[in-house]
Structure formats: C-alpha cells, structure tokens
C-alpha cells in the first residue's frame, strides 16, 4: 500500500510549488516529486521588441532578483552588437551586481536559513521565522540587518536607476556614470558591508558551528548529494559573479569542462519530465542518467556551495581566508553536504562586500567613457552571470534591426531542479520510516533540503490566494485520504 | 514621488500612501499599477503618495514606513471568485499571505510584526484592496478578456470603497494662509 505526503505550497520560498512524497507500504518514503508552476511565454512576449528593450523587459521576470536578469541581458546584448563595454561601465555593472548580493544574501541568511539555525528546525513553527531569529539574537542585530538591507538597495538605485526595475544598462555600456561625492559615500557603506558580512559569519561559527548536532546534522544529516558543480569563474579560476567563464568541476573537484557563454549549448542539455513543468538541465558530455548522483551523474548543481567547489579560490583577501577554513572543517574540497549551502553563501556575501570596497576605490570607477560605439550588425548574443541561486544564461537571436526573433533563459534555479528534487528524496527517506509520526517539524526538515538552494521559482506574480494553506496528505495507495495535516505559518 | 537618486523612497509628504503591487507584464497581476496609475489621476496628489511595487515582504515595509494610511491594491485567486470581483481586508484578515509576502525573505504579516518589533513607524491604517483575477503565470501586457470585460467597472468600485474608506482622499487639500491663488 503506498501512501503519499504533500507539502503544498513551500514556506519560505519565492513562488509557489508542491512536493509529493510517495511511501511504500512499509512506511518507507519510496520518491519525491517536486513540481513548480512556470511562469510561461517569455519566448514569445520578447518577439517582434527591439533587443535593447530587453535588461528592462526582464527585471519583471523575478521580483527578487531583477539585477541578475538585468546584468544577464545586458551583457548578451552587448554580445548581439558584437561589443564589450568600456572598463569603467563594466565596472559600474559589477559594482551595482556586488551591492545587490549583499542585500539578497543578507536577506536569505536571516530570513530563511536562520531560524532554522537560531531557532531551531524543530522548533514551534510560530517561532521558526525572522521574528523568531530576532527574540534570539536581539532588536539591535534585526535593526543592522534592515538597515544594511536598506542601504545595499540604496546603492542599487543609485546605479541601476531603481532599486527594482533596472535602467541602467544599454548595448556597449551604461546610461550614467558616478560621481566622485557618489563614489566617497559607496565606499563608507562597502566597509559596513564588510563589517556585518564578518558579523553574520561569527553568528553562523558561534550559533552553528559551535552545537554539535548542527554540525552533525551538516556533515552527516540526510543532506548530501554528490554531484557535479558548476560556476563562473575568472581567468584565475577564483569566484566571479558577474563576468568570466563557466567552470563545471566533478565530484572530486577535477575539472570537468570550462566554457565561454556563447558555447553553452555544447555542454548544457535541458530534459522534460511529465510531472514538472520546470525543465531539467544536465551535462551534455555526460548525458542524462536519471535521477542518481556520483561522478558517472548528469545532473549537476549551480548554488554558493558549487561556485566555491568550482573555484581555486576567492578573489578577495578576506573572503580567501574563510574559503580556506570552510572547506579546512568540511574536510576538504569539494564539499557535498547540502546544508553547507549556508554557510558558502556568507563567505559569499564577505567577498561581494569586499568587492564592492574594491570597485568604489577603483580610480576608473568615476570615469566618464560609458558606453562602446555599435559599429556592428545585430545578430545573436549569450549572457551570463551567477545570480545569487545559480548560474544565469541568456541567449537572444535578433534580425538585422535588432528585433527579438527568439530569446532563450536558463535561470538560476532551473539549473538545480534535479538536484532539488534529489537532495528532497534524499532528506525525506531519511527522516521518514516506519514508525516514525510525520511531525510538523519532520516536514520542516525535508524542507530545508531545498530552502539550502535558495530557488526561486514563479516568483514575479503577487497574486493574493486567500490564505496559505500548507497541507500534507497521507493517503491509501487507492487515493483514499486518511490523514490531513493543514501547516498554517 | 518618485524614488529618490541614491535612496530609498522616503516618507513622502503625504500621509497616505496608495500602494499598487503587481507585475504589469504578466497578464491580470497587473491589476494593482493599472489601478495605481488610474487612481493617481483621479486623485489628488497633494493628498496621497501613489507608488507601484513589483516586490514583497520586507521591501513593502520599507515603503511604508512612515505613512499613516496606506491601501495596498493587488490581485487575488480564490477558488469560488468571480473575475474582477473587489475583496477588503486588513492585515488582521490574514494569517499568512503568499504574495504580498511575495520575496524570498518574509510574508507581508510577518514583516510588519518585525517592523514593529524594530520601532519602524508602521502606518496605524492599513488596508488592502484585492481584485479577483483570472491569469498571472502568462506573459502579456494585456488583461485577460473575462478581466478586461470588467474593468471600468473594477475601476469605479475601487474608487468609491477608497472614497468611503479613506473621506480625505476626497476633501481638497488644506490650504496655507500664506498661499495665494
């Protein structure tokens, strides 16, 4: 008799999904299927619109992060011209890029891994949010948190023209350049940032790594995929988020392949499966072998943890020396162990802030040179850059004028799907067996298996349901309901 | 009011904020802008801040701080709904709310509460408008016919809740003894 458990929507998560957990009759989980609505017709909404209009088009394609669809697109719109913009409008891009890290990986570390951490995965589940984080830590850290928040987004608009809906980039460049009292007052907010990225990674030591079971639960939890790891790199091989190439390391660390954006294709394959509407990319040379992990896997994942495995390194001093001692811990590179997601994600977040001091302090940050003439036909083009989820390709196809004939997204998240849904089964038959009563915080426990990704899924609507139910059901193999629990945040 | 070079969008010098939330490239989740835009120009903006938001949660928060009435306009699904029906609610009404709490960081409900654990000057009013909608997962600068059929009228119930549920929208602004016609 199998039974199945439902999980509908997620909590904590941008955009909506469920998972189903199916068990075999001895109460074991037998799989786990993780299915999203997609947001669909981008291809065709792009048609027949002048390519330029495009870094504006989708920053409505994510509420969360419209920077890296904004950055993704103007850079494959400088490759449709055929142009690299001038260093100081590269610069100015990938100072806008570093403060926009900085507010969304402050914003995921407290508001969704944290309570988990802070308060507890187990914990009352009215406690299990940032309020709770807040009761723990205190109102003066939940205060910092706002206000560097705050003033990330600050920056962004400042430089992206709107926090939000980015302006700022056009073929071969940027609209407007910094000024110097602009510059000054940038580099006094990026010392912040690197003061509370070195906080948040004390917290992470000292309430983390300083319980046992915590780092039992990273190391040797149900939480561990041995996969493929991809990121973007520079030409030193150390972490780049905005510009490079696109390293993929196996599960021993060795290189796997290295590509340019405009050669994506030749080493990334997307599959369709009949119960997701989200695709499933995997790697090419390797091929599709279902949903299994190892060395001889296709699948592959695209997340902090991936782009540190991927890398010899990180580019920045101080994010150098907590890259060597997270993986000194884990034991080693490459780390496979889910959870340690969160913890590379706040190594991360020290170097977007040490980033952001070295590009302020840059001598061509003020300069005036913004934009690359367009001496070239328009024809095709590939951007990427590392959103804060996972690597983040786009490609358009243009006529001669310009005009969108087709446009193609791998967004972050989608390069995790497999693993999502594997890192899921994974947690699920770990924690669910005969005999075990699925509790409130069992399923909170699964759920962190993919909260770890940070995904992002559906996440441009705001439409309101009502109310939010989250119900589990457990049924007879014929479909029979037996038992329902309703989980209300 | 647009938002400021170099800030966040502050307090605005008006005490009411109306707050359109939604995504106007996908389909019916436009409907809030849409309606922002049409209330801006109904409306006096010597009464009323009008802002549109593609966002959630905690940024929502930051927008707000400082009003002391904001209605956010946004659109909602429900199982029974007819398109283009009008819905009111408080944050009261809601336990947990998927996409007002649209962010991936906090629900709408649960970043108030942290505002006002955190002493922000969380309006004293807040009110939300939702409109039923059909599609929001579909690209298109367009309302779906069953919407559109209905939006002059969307637009004039929202007008006259706003009217009665919010009288200053409608009185004409003070006037300084010092200012002249």
Redesign the interface.
Known sequence: MKRRITID?IT?????GKIEIFLKDDGDVENVYFQV??????E??CEGRPVEELPQ?VT?IC??C?GCHHMASGKAIDAVYGVEPPPTAKKLRELFYMAHFVH?HI??F???AAPDFVVGPTAAKAER???GV?NKVG?DI??EV?RQ??IA??IQ??LGG????VVMNIPGGVRKGLTEE?RA?IEGKAKGFIDFAKFSLKIFNDVVLGNKDYVELILNGPYSLTLHSMGLVDENNKVNFYDGKVRVVDTEGNEHCKYAPEDYRDFVAERVEPWSYLKFPYLKKIGWKGFVDGKDSGVYQATPLARLNAADGMATPLAQTEYERMFEVLGGKPVHSTLAMHWARLVELLYSAERCLELSTDPEITGKDLRSPLPNIPNEGVGIVEAQRGTLTHHYITDDKGMVLKANLIVGTTNNNAAICMSLKKAAQGLISKGVEVTDGILNMIEMAFRAY?P?F???????????PMIVNIREKDGTLIRSVIR?? | MD?Q????MPAGKNKILILG??????T??GI?PRLCDFLRERFSDTVADFEK????G??V??FIDGYETVVII?????VLGRIGDI?LFTPDH??????????????FI?AL??GR??EFNIPGRIL?I?VE?KE?????ESFTSELAERYVEVQENVMQHLEYLVPELSRPPERSPLQVN
């Open positions: 929507p904590r998560l941008e955009g909506h609505p997609e947001l669909r017709g981008f065709k909404f088009i409505k509420g969360v419209p969304s914003a995921h407290y508001a969704l949010n940032i309020l807040i109102v939940g205060t706002i928040r705050r987004q600050e608009a400042l709107h926090q939000t809906h602009q007052d940070d992002c559906s996440c441009a609507t705001h439409s309101l349901p009502g109310e939010m209300r945040n | 938002p070079p170099g800030g966040i939330i939604g995504n106007d490239i996908l019916d989740d809030g938001l593609n966002v959630g905690l940024e928060l930051e946004d659109a909602i699904k429900t819905y809601f336990k947990e709310t998927l996409h007002i709490s649209n962010l991936h960081d906090t629900s649960t509460k942290l654990s955190l939300i939702a909608i929001d997962m579909v690209f298109s």
